[in-house]
Structures are given as structure tokens and as C-alpha cells.
T-cell receptor
Framework: GNSVTQMEGPVTLSEEAFLTINCTYT??????LFWYVQYPGEGLQLLLK?????DKGSNKGFEATYRKETTSFHLEKGSVQVSDSAVYFC??????????????FGQGTILTVHP | KAGVTQTPRYLIKTRGQQVTLSCSPI?????VSWYQQTPGQGLQFLFE???????NKGNFPGRFSGRQFSNSRSEMNVSTLELGDSALYLC???????????????FGQGTRLTVV
């Protein structure tokens, strides 16, 4: 079956540090890939997405590139802020007939940024 | 544009009881999905409804059920509650009519269910 594996956390950084959160996936066919962010007490918000190989998703300074050869979708940001502290989820949706409405999530990575 | 609304936000129930959670999708969205979020299992897909029909279902026991109304609002029901059902239940809506290859899912804030 389809699965997503994220790097183990939590991740603790100082403000303005470089961020990488690794994400790899297992899926048949050509899934779409997503990064979602969850702030305390809230639901999930879409951060960025990529729908085909070599696509780069970007938003709010975050970037991730869909690498089919390494089945990866690593999240990066050049300079994190305290306000980026949240839980980050990598996810895939598979355009298959039995996959309506289904996102498969990684386990989530807690990011804490200190001033 | 109003977002996805889930009610109630918090709920405490006793083992053996049943519970119904509600989700109002974004206006115009016809697909509603439900997820269970726990510290141990993470985010797990429960089921998806589109135009009042369940199109997809995750690996949960039959105690978990749902439905969708003609206005796209959805409810999920859990019968005979167990302690392990304590979780954050999230609802997501999207506008897609077909496979969601390039469609964003918008999530509600969730319902925090505690079973005692």
C-alpha cells in the first residue's frame, strides 16, 4: 500500500536557521505530494503541493521538490521564524479509483523555533 | 468565504455510549472526508462522501459510520465508544468531483473527543 515516512522529530532550531524536514514515500503510479502544517489547537492547512515529478511547490518561504527517482519530497526553508513553530505533515494522494478523498499522511514532525 | 466548520469542538463521553460529530463543508464543496488523529497512530483516513454516497472507506471497525446530506453537510457516528476512540476527529472538504489529483483539501479545526 501507499505510505509516507517523515524524519523523526522533534526539530528545534534558532530563529533564522535553515530548515530541512525529510519526507519519502512509497506509492504505485504517480501520486500528488503535499505538505500540511498544523498550529496548536487548529486543523491542518495546506502549505504547498506538487503534482508531478520535478515540480517545485513553494509558499511563505518554504519549498519542496517532487523527486521521483528518490521518491522524496523534502521540505526546506532558508530562514525560520518563531511563528513557524508547528507540526508539519507530508502527505500523498493517489489518483487511483479507490482513492477518492484520501490523503495518506506521514507521522508529522514537530518544529520548535527559539528566538 | 466561510471555512469548514466542525461541531462540537470538544466532547466528553463515557465508554459504551455513542457520539455524532458534524461537519459543514465550504459552500460549493461536495466532497467531505473524515480523519482520526491520535498521538500513537497519527492521521488516519476514515471515509469520504460525495453527493451523499460513500466512495471510500479506511480500515476502521463498523462502529464508525457516516453519512452526507443533500446540502453536503456530513456527520460521523461512533457507537459503543471505547477508550481508544479518544482522538481529534478532522473533517476536510474539497470541490473535486473526480480523483483529487490537483485539488486542495480544506480542514476544519476538529472535534476533540475524550472517552472516559
Amino acid at each position: 500500500g501507499n505510505s509516507v515516512t517523515q524524519m523523526e522529530g522533534p526539530v528545534t532550531l534558532s530563529e533564522e536557521a535553515f530548515l530541512t524536514i525529510n519526507c519519502t514515500y512509497t506509492a504505485t503510479g504517480y501520486p500528488s505530494l503535499f505538505w500540511y502544517v498544523q498550529y496548536p489547537g487548529e486543523g491542518l492547512q495546506l502549505l504547498l503541493k506538487a503534482t508531478k515529478a520535478d515540480d517545485k511547490g513553494s509558499n511563505k518561504g518554504f519549498e519542496a521538490t517532487y523527486r521521483k527517482e528518490t521518491t522524496s519530497f523534502h521540505l526546506e526553508k532558508g530562514s525560520v521564524q518563531v511563528s513557524d513553530s508547528a507540526v508539519y505533515f507530508c502527505a500523498l494522494s493517489y489518483a487511483g479509483g479507490t482513492s477518492y478523498g484520501k490523503l495518506t499522511f506521514g507521522q508529522g514532525t514537530i518544529l520548535t523555533v527559539h528566538p | 468565504k466561510a471555512g469548514v466548520t466542525q461541531t462540537p469542538r470538544y466532547l466528553i463521553k463515557t465508554r459504551g455510549q455513542q457520539v455524532t460529530l458534524s461537519c459543514s463543508p465550504i459552500s460549493g464543496h461536495r466532497s467531505v472526508s473524515w480523519y482520526q488523529q491520535t498521538p500513537g497512530q497519527g492521521l488516519q483516513f476514515l471515509f469520504e462522501y460525495f453527493s451523499e454516497t460513500q466512495r471510500n472507506k479506511g480500515n476502521f471497525p463498523g462502529r464508525f459510520s457516516g453519512r452526507q446530506f443533500s446540502n453536503s453537510r456530513s456527520e460521523m457516528n461512533v457507537s459503543t465508544l471505547e477508550l481508544g476512540d479518544s482522538a481529534l476527529y478532522l473533517c476536510a472538504s474539497s470541490s473535486t468531483a473526480g480523483t483529487p489529483r490537483d485539488t486542495e483539501a480544506f480542514f476544519g479545526q476538529g472535534t476533540r473527543l475524550t472517552v472516559v
